[in-house]
T-cell receptor
Framework: DGGITQSPKYLFRKEGQNVTLSCEQNLNHDAMYWYRQDPGQGLRLIYYSQIVNDFQKGDIAEGYSVSREKKESFPLTVTSAQKNPTAFYLC??????????FGPGTRLTVL | QKEVEQDPGPLSVPEGAIVSLNCTYSNSAFQYFMWYRQYSRKGPELLMYTYSSGNKEDGRFTAQVDKSSKYISLFIRDSQPSDSATYLCAIGAGNTGKLIFGQGTTLQVKP
C-alpha cells in the first residue's frame, strides 16, 4: 500500500532535549513538507523540500531542523531552542506543486 | 489581515441537512484551492481540489470557487454523522508548492 507513515504516534520530550520525528513516503513524491498544528488553529509550515539534499524554511522554522538525504525520508528534529514544542506535527508529500497528502501525525508533549 | 480567513464554528446541523463551509482569501495570485477533512487526532484527508472558478462535484460534496470575489465554498448534501469533523480550506499559488491553510471549521452532524 502506498502512503505516508509517521513515527512515533506519541512522543514525550523533557526540557532541553532534542527529539526527531520520522516521516517516510512510498508514493514516489518529489516534495515533502512539515507542518505544526496547535489546538483551534490551522496548519503552519515549518520546512519543505522539493528535491533531495535541498530544503527551505517555512513560516515557523526557528527551533527546528530537517534533512533530506533520501527521496522517501524527511525527518524533523525539534531542538531545545524551540521554546513551545507541544503540538501535533504533520508530514505531507506531493508529486507536483499541487495536492498534498498527509501522514497520520505525531503528537509531541513536553514534560 | 490573514491571507486566508475561515470561520472556526463550531457548526451543528441535523442529519440530512445541507452544509455550507466557506473561506475568503486576500491574494488574487492564488491559483488552486483544496478542501481537507480532518477527524480528531488524525491527519487531514484531501476531499476536493480545483484550480478554476466554478463548481466541482464529487458525490455529496461540491466545491465552488469565485475568483472575482476571492471566495471558496464546500457544500455537503445529505449530511451524515460520519461527516462530523474539522474542514480545512487550503490555497496555493505559483510553483513553490506552499499551501496556506484556513483555521478550520468544526462540523457536528447530529443524528
Amino acid at each position: 500500500d502506498g502512503g505516508i507513515t509517521q513515527s512515533p504516534k506519541y512522543l514525550f520530550r523533557k526540557e532541553g532535549q532534542n527529539v526527531t520525528l520520522s516521516c517516510e513516503q512510498n508514493l514516489n513524491h518529489d516534495a515533502m513538507y512539515w507542518y505544526r498544528q496547535d489546538p483551534g488553529q490551522g496548519l503552519r509550515l515549518i520546512y519543505y523540500s522539493q528535491i533531495v539534499n535541498d530544503f527551505q524554511k517555512g513560516d515557523i522554522a526557528e527551533g527546528y531542523s530537517v534533512s533530506r538525504e533520501k527521496k522517501e525520508s524527511f525527518p524533523l528534529t525539534v531542538t531545545s531552542a524551540q521554546k513551545n514544542p507541544t503540538a501535533f506535527y504533520l508530514c505531507a508529500s506531493s508529486k507536483s506543486y499541487n495536492e498534498q497528502f498527509f501522514g497520520p501525525g505525531t503528537r509531541l508533549t513536553v514534560l | 489581515q490573514k491571507e486566508v480567513e475561515q470561520d472556526p464554528g463550531p457548526l451543528s446541523v441535523p442529519e440530512g441537512a445541507i452544509v455550507s463551509l466557506n473561506c475568503t482569501y486576500s491574494n488574487s495570485a492564488f491559483q488552486y484551492f483544496m478542501w481537507y477533512r480532518q477527524y480528531s487526532r488524525k491527519g487531514p484527508e484531501l476531499l476536493m481540489y480545483t484550480y478554476s472558478s466554478g463548481n466541482k462535484e464529487d458525490g455529496r460534496f461540491t466545491a465552488q470557487v469565485d475568483k472575482s470575489s476571492k471566495y471558496i465554498s464546500l457544500f455537503i448534501r445529505d449530511s451524515q454523522p460520519s461527516d462530523s469533523a474539522t474542514y480545512l480550506c487550503a490555497i496555493g499559488a505559483g510553483n513553490t508548492g506552499k499551501l496556506i491553510f484556513g483555521q478550520g471549521t468544526t462540523l457536528q452532524v447530529k443524528p
